[in-house]
């Protein structure tokens, strides 16, 4: 598992690459003082067919094919303002 900090508008944030069994990795992003939370696909909203009602369901984590591009990946989000 490989980190990177990162400043940004004065605040510390850790990314963390973490690994997964088949050989890719996840990133997540640490706000100051806080649990972080995983870079992901956007949500999908479904149709319940039993309620008609439409539920929003949560994006996939994004993976990514090498350690480098996952906290790469974290730092920009983090600077573009997305997490």
């Known amino acids: ?3 990177r ?3 940004h508008n004065g605040n510390k944030y850790n990314v963390v690459a ?3 069994p088949c050989g890719k990795f996840i990133t997540r992003v640490d706000p100051p003082g806080g649990t ?3 870079i992901r ?3 999908t909203e479904i149709t319940d067919p ?3 009602r439409t539920i929003k369901k949560q994006g996939a984590p994004v993976e990514f094919d090498t ?3 996952a906290l790469d990946a974290g730092e ?3 600077k573009l303002g997305v997490i």
């Open 50 to 52: 039993q309620t008609l």
């Open 76 to 78: 920009d989000n983090i």
């Open 67 to 69: 350690e480098k591009g």
């Open 41 to 43: 696909q956007p949500d």
């Open 5 to 7: 900090k990162v400043m």
């Open 36 to 38: 972080g939370r995983y």
């Open 1 to 3: 598992m490989a980190t």
């Open 18 to 20: 973490e690994p997964l």
